[in-house]
Nanobody, 125 residues
Framework: QVQLVESGGGSVQPGGSLRLSCTASGAPGGTFSTYAVAWFRQAPGKEREFVAAIGGRTTLSKLAGSLAERAGISRDIAKNTVYLQMNALKPEDTAVYFC???????????????WGQGTQVTVSS
């Protein structure tokens, strides 16, 4: 059973940056590197929104939405960790950010099997 734990959230002023981490445990034999990993976010009263994903076995990535030009996704295979770097943050980026892992890179939440509990990101002055 793969378990995902997000970290790195917090409060930041508009224009600031944050790097979120998604660290996996429980994947046998280093297989976490074969999983596609995505970041989603959900603001109060809104649907869960795709932010970014990185493929398993490759470093191909996809970003979408309003963060697409201000964010980057990467992974450290040795640390079983995927990062979401977010820059020039805006108040509308305030949300709970979730990471998820699955067999293929997709923008739909249903494509991911494992989910973390989420980390809160608050952007305000």
């Amino acid at each position: 059973q793969v378990q995902l734990v997000e970290s790195g959230g917090g409060s930041v002023q508009p224009g600031g940056s944050l790097r979120l981490s998604c660290t996996a445990s429980g994947a046998p034999g280093g297989t976490f590197s074969t999983y596609a990993v995505a970041w989603f976010r959900q603001a109060p009263g809104k649907e869960r929104e795709f932010v970014a994903a990185i493929g398993g076995r490759t470093t191909l990535s996809k970003l979408a939405g309003s963060l697409a030009e201000r964010a980057g996704i990467s992974r450290d295979i040795a640390k079983n960790t995927v990062y979401l770097q977010m820059n020039a943050l805006k108040p509308e980026d305030t949300a709970v950010y979730f990471c998820a892992a699955g067999s293929r890179r997709t923008m739909g939440p249903s494509g991911y099997i494992y989910w973390g509990q989420g980390t809160q990101v608050t952007v305000s002055s």
